[in-house]
């Protein structure tokens, strides 16, 4: 009798403890990592749990609830970038350096956000691009990207290195949606020759062909610690040459756009080769650190080639947060812009987290463009009228 007594004084104790302890005490503080501060109230949240969906305003608000649901392993794979992490901050911060031009004086009653992609419709200018292992953060792993994809009339392109495979990815997705497809340049011949015809007879209607993965991923510090392994992938082929990426073209008869462009160079080579478009990227830091944001590599091409902005269709991504970002990129000659971080931690909700991303990406991207003073985003596409972009010039190229 003596002991349950005591028991239960001391269970008596510890609550009497937790209600005089502040609430201020007990709440999540989590390193929100140089994330621009949206207002988001960590205080009632559970270290571990899901925080409300409701309080999810913003792109940035998903990737601070994904580090307080995921383990730390998985958090750091997907957050994770090269060596010093130069490209990944400069892909955050590049957007500091841009003013946008908002004209007045003009009928914006009417906002037409629809575009086309390779000559398929979509309703937005941006897309959900490869990420690979999406069920790390919800079971429903990719099923959820492309159910939500499809609502919204936006692409969804699928990483090779998915949770789920190539078909049951399409067979989730609604009669009417279009996906693409992205695949690695594998040293294996006869498994790139497989995945081209999987991804072909699953009813996908273009690759996104990643080619700047050369034998190895990137050195990725903070994915290694939580792993205790070197994050190394000799899966990929490293002896790509110009002659191998043409070769490609044969494989599929599907049309193939190169994924990794980091440089006016490479991307005259691809307008050369015939490909139907290019995709502008740096992997999201995670390769080659160093290198290139892709407001600076657009700016490259216009400067050296604008030819490819007149002969191809270019798409873009890299620290892309917010609609001012895609107005950024589609008025420096982008057609669509990728977003891949920030889906896979709105996964963490599944698909209503998707949804509600793309739905609060959708209504930012509606409002600036009627606050630029223009109603349709097809007249942004290529407009540098719209974009201040002096400060990253004289930075990069020296020139003022």
């Keep these: 009798m003596c002991l349950r007594v005591h028991k239960l004084i001391v269970l008596w ?28 109230n960590t205080t009632d949240w559970e270290t571990g749990a899901l925080p409300p969906l409701d309080d999810m305003w913003e792109l940035n608000d998903f990737q601070i609830a994904a580090k307080n649901v995921l383990g730390a392993r998985w958090y750091a794979s997907y957050r994770t970038a090269a060596l010093d992490q130069v490209t990944y901050e400069a892909n ?9 031009n908002g004209y007045t004086f003009r009928d914006v009653s009417d906002v037409n956000l629809n575009t086309t992609i390779l000559g398929y419709n979509f309703t937005v200018p941006f897309f959900i691009a490869p990420a690979a292992y999406a069920g790390h953060t919800n079971a ?6 492309a159910r939500a994809a499809g609502k919204m009339g936006a692409l969804y392109a699928p990483s090779i290195e998915s949770t789920k495979t190539i078909e049951e990815i399409a067979d989730v997705g609604f009669a009417n949606q279009t996906m693409f497809h992205q695949e690695y340049v594998w040293s294996n011949r006869t498994l790139l020759i497989d995945d081209l015809s999987r991804i072909e007879a699953a009813g996908y209607k273009a690759i996104f062909l990643t080619v700047d993965n050369t034998g190895v991923n990137g050195i990725r510090v903070q994915a290694m610690r939580q792993t205790g392994e ?46 139907p478009a290019i995709y502008v990227s740096n992997h999201g830091g995670r390769v080659l650190d160093g290198v290139p944001t892709a407001v600076e590599i657009l700016l490259d091409i216009r400067k050296q ?49 998707v949804d509600r991303m793309l739905t ?13 003073g223009e109603a349709d985003i097809q007249n942004v596409v290529g407009n540098t009228t719209y974009i201040n972009t002096k400060q990253v010039e004289v930075e990069y190229f020296g020139i003022s």
């Design 13 to 40: 104790l510890g609550f009497v403890l937790l209600t005089l302890v502040p609430r201020s005490c007990l709440s999540v503080e989590i390193d929100r990592e140089g994330l621009p501060d949206t207002g988001l």
């Design 92 to 100: 955050m911060n590049i957007w500091k350096k841009i003013r946008l």
């Design 140 to 145: 429903s792993a990719e099923l959820s990207l």
């Design 230 to 275: 070197l994050d190394s992938d000799s899966g990929h082929s490293a002896s790509f040459t110009l002659d191998a990426l043409a070769e490609i073209q044969n494989l599929t008869t599907l049309p193939i756009v190169p994924k990794g462009i980091k440089t006016a160079a490479d991307a005259k080579t691809c307008l050369d080769l015939g490909f």
């Design 305 to 353: 080639y604008p030819e490819v902005f007149e002969q191809m269709e270019v798409y873009a991504d890299g620290g892309v947060r917010s609609a001012n970002h895609i107005i950024t990129l589609l008025a420096l000659g982008a057609k669509a812009v990728g977003l891949g971080r920030s889906p896979i931690f709105a996964n963490i909700y599944g698909e209503d987290g």
């Design 360 to 372: 609060l990406l959708q209504a930012e991207l509606q409002t600036s463009l009627q606050l630029m």
